[in-house]
């Protein structure tokens, strides 16, 4: 069983900086990859940021640089740190893994709720 928590979201002005929360709770299961997508009204979903369980990152060329992921294994939380923010960053983040149970070979994909991150002046 794999449930996801987000927090973090909130409003706030462009520049300033954020840092997204995702509680991880998976009992019996392994994790792959762990990650951030966010969407913005009437756009797709994208990947923000991705993290292996080898620590290997991967970031969407729109917040390189400004954003940094994480994660704490002793807390089973993953973060989200977002600096420089801009209004286009405006959307519903969340976060996502790649779990499957211990016993099985199929990988599947859980989902936070999501959590709304509004940069407006």
């Known amino acids: 069983q794999v449930q996801l928590a987000e927090s973090g979201g909130g409003l706030l002005q462009p520049g300033g900086s954020l840092r997204l929360s995702c509680a991880i709770s998976?009992?019996?299961?392994?994790?792959?990859?762990m990650g951030w997508f966010r969407q913005a009204p009437g756009k797709q979903r994208s990947l923000v940021a991705s993290i292996t369980s080898r620590g290997t990152t991967n970031y969407a060329d729109f917040v390189k640089g400004r954003f940094t992921i994480s994660r704490d294994n002793g807390t089973n939380t993953m973060y989200l740190q977002m600096n420089s923010l801009k209004s286009k960053d405006t959307a519903v983040y969340s976060c996502n893994v790649e779990a499957k149970a211990i016993r099985s070979s199929i990988w599947m994909p859980y989902w936070g709720q999501g959590t709304q991150v509004t940069v407006s002046s």
């Open positions: 998976a009992s019996n299961a392994s994790i792959r990859v």
